[in-house]
């Protein structure tokens, strides 16, 4: 057992310096006369993050955020890992993976990774981390919360509309609220717009749960791909404005149709 107290002085940040500790210091065991290297077990690194001092609430400093208080002050996880950051033009990207020793063993996500043909490692999917994204330390969703969140967004206004075609999406950088509309045969066009390209880009990569449409019939690996649905990577008030403002709205150059349904899933 190794136990370090780190701080640091000034605005050096020690959290980027997590994944440099955890190399130098969890150092997996040599195997013994007759051992296999895939019988050591594995070292684990637990860790909590607690800003010190005296500081105003600075709500632009992501660390004071959900970030810091749900996932980086938490002594309970068993598993805390990183899983993305980036810095766009636009906010900060966060995804961390957790596993809350309260509520899931941690003994049994390992063993899902293996191949010994338990019930673990045959339905891997139930025993898998939690997921949760944040947005300059902000939280926006999490993988067990993901279906009652973008359900309760899309799926009134699709059902109260006799029949949905012409779909737009304000935001949804996940791909989750796309993907729900997707879920209607009905829909023929979705166009979404969201201003942060690389937050789509990174959530592509980080959450296929989010955005993944291989289960939707027809569709594609990446919802983004489906033949109906069309992506812009600009602000959608000003894309909104060339349509459909009085100035605009008989423009040829921005010619629109009009939506069946909108869906506001931006900050």
Not at 32 to 38: D, I, V
Not at 70 to 86: G, M, P, Q, R
Not at 185 to 212: A, C, G, Q, R
Request: proline share 4%; aromatic share 10%.
């Amino acid at each position: 057992v190794i136990t370090l107290d780190l701080f640091t002085c000034g605005e050096g940040k020690l959290v980027p310096v997590m994944p440099i500790i955890t190399r130098l210091f969890a150092i997996p065991q040599e195997p013994k006369l007759g051992e296999n290297e895939e019988d050591i077990e594995q070292p684990k690194t637990i860790w909590t993050h607690k800003l010190r001092g005296f500081r105003f609430n600075d709500k632009a400093n992501y660390l004071q955020n959900d970030l810091g208080d749900i996932v980086l002050e938490n002594s309970y996880f068993d598993h805390k890992e990183e899983i993305a950051t980036a810095e766009t033009d636009f906010q900060r990207i966060d995804i961390y993976d957790t596993i809350d020793a309260s509520r899931r063993d941690m003994s049994k996500y390992e063993r899902s990774l293996t191949n010994d043909g338990s019930y673990e490692a045959t339905h891997p999917e139930l025993f898998r981390p939690q997921r949760m994204v944040f947005l300059d330390g902000v939280l926006q969703s999490t993988r067990e919360g993901l279906e009652a969140y973008h359900e309760a967004l899309v799926q009134p206004a699709m059902f109260v509309h006799p029949e949905p075609k012409r779909v737009a999406i304000i935001g949804g950088g996940e791909g989750a609220t796309l993907k729900e509309v997707l879920k209607h045969n009905t829909v023929e066009t979705v166009k979404m717009i969201e201003i942060d390209e690389e937050m789509v880009m990174v959530s592509k990569e980080h959450l296929p749960d989010w955005n993944n449409c291989t289960d939707l019939l027809g569709s594609a690996d990446w919802c983004g791909d489906d033949d109906r649905a069309e992506m812009y990577y600009e602000d959608a008030l000003a894309w909104f404005n060339n349509r459909f403002s009085e100035a605009k709205i008989d423009s040829e150059e921005f010619k629109e149709d009009p939506f069946d349904v909108l869906i506001m899933d931006a900050l």
